[in-house]
């Protein structure tokens, strides 16, 4: 079966055909790296990264591009707020995202590049811009782009000029010939950084900058961009423009969007309250737990992030990691039905959830296969693993995952040696004792699971 993605641009489901055989050249908008990442942004980051690992695996040579905007309004007013300068505050924010997304489980992109490391790039698309006539500086030390100019704005987006048109306006220190006119370049105002250019010191508006690193990084056309649901309009679409009036090409073959993060059915927004940062959320909740949550709704869909939906997705990997729980080393073997099967859900749209429900047939066969054939469980428990690590989880051992919780919380020598005794009261047939020492264990917030290898423990909630 031939890879198919949705391409945001065409609204279809297309086969998969790179530029280049067997070359994948993918560009990702990342983070403006003035706070913590939140939920929203793990979604994004865990999507890509799914959909990177899959790539690979199915053998293409991916070049993969996630930018950092290290310059723009948002940075320099909570740096002037931390009393801080702006590189120091971006320093500090790409460390804590690094952090954030190796928790996660999420691989670095091969090519990280900061808007202000291609200011003289923004330049020369600038310059191309005004001498085609798609850009144009009033005096003022801004430029902008002439959006009219461009025959297909709004075709990624649907959304027509007319109706942008209405409720537009041009703010008081703006000179635009159009309300829908977007800054390509700011110039300088007292108090925050700037750059020289043609048109005064100043600094880049955010669109160009994801023209410029895109193109820099990865050519004029390239195979596959993406990003989150927001950025649709007007951000890609400005892009879009940008980049191939500059050019004269089209800028992305495919474009793909991570659907929105909501909580407890609301959009997610610091004015409601319900704003999470990664780092929160990890302090209640093991890392695979989250990223399981996002991995098991398709990449395109609504997520709703809630208290119950992460119980859900850490009971469905405590069944994974019992499957796995107490069985020998093994290479991977058989199922290669399921193979099949998991690999036609991924091919059709990166189709996480699909491909989990396969996962799960995988392990109630290692369930049903450990009683008959300790060795030929063995063997499909690794395959489960293989399968499952494209996914970027199940890869802990499962004590690890299963006992996590506790740590801190209980004493794991006093719980196994309460597990102990209680075997020993049971080989003595003191069912009162036994009984009694399980009740002790259940109050210390432990599980306990009696099966045929013996007694296992796992944390409560």
Known sequence: MSLSIYNTLSKTKDVFKPLVANQVRMYVCGMTVYDFCHIGHARVMVAFD???????????????????????????????ENGEPFEVLVERMIAAM????????????????????????????????????????????DVYYRVGKFVGYGKLSRKKIEDLKIGARIEVDEIKEDPLDFVLWKGVKPGEPSWESPWGAG??????????????????????????????????????AQSEAATGKLYANAWMHAGAVRVDGEKMSKSLGNFFTIREVL????????????????????INYSEDSLKEAK??????????????????????????????AMDDD????????????????????????LHAAAGLAARLREQAG????????????????????????????????????????????????????????????????????????
């Open 50 to 80: 799914v959909v990177t690992r899959w790539l690979r695996h199915s053998g293409f040579d991916v070049t993969y591009v996630r930018n950092i905007t290290d310059i723009d309004d948002k940075i320099i007013k909570r740096a002037n």
């Open 98 to 141: 690094h952090e954030d997304e190796a928790r996660l489980s999420v691989l670095r992109p091969d090519i990280e590049p900061r808007a202000t490391g291609h200011i003289a790039g923004m330049h020369e698309m600038i310059q191309v811009l005004i001498e085609k006539g798609f850009a144009y500086a009033p005096g003022n030390g």
């Open 203 to 240: 600094r880049p508006g955010w669109h160009i900058e994801c023209s410029v690193m895109s193109t820099c990084c990865l050519g004029e056309t390239f195979d596959i961009h993406g990003g989150g649901p927001d950025l649709v309009f007007p951000h890609h679409e400005n892009e879009i």
């Open 283 to 302: 302090e209640k909740y093991h890392p695979e737990v989250v990223r399981y949550l996002l991995v098991s709704s398709h990449y395109r869909s609504p």
């Open 315 to 344: 009971g469905a990997l405590e069944r994974f990691y019992h499957a796995l729980k107490g069985l020998p080393q093994a290479a991977p073997s058989g199922g290669e039905g399921f193979v099949a099967r998991f690999a036609a």
């Open 350 to 373: 990166f189709n996480t959830p699909e491909a989990c429900a396969v996962l799960f047939e995988l392990a109630r066969e290692v369930n049903r296969l450990r009683e008959a054939d």
């Open 390 to 461: 494209l996914l970027g989880v199940l890869q802990l051992q499962p004590d690890e995952f299963l006992k996590a919780g506790a740590q801190g919380k209980v004493d794991a020598v006093e719980v196994e040696a309460l597990i102990a005794a209680r075997l020993q009261a049971r080989a003595e047939k003191n069912w009162a004792e036994s009984d009694r020492i399980r009740d002790q264990i259940t109050a210390l917030g432990v599980v306990l699971e009696d099966g045929k290898g013996g007694t296992s423990w796992r944390f409560a909630e």
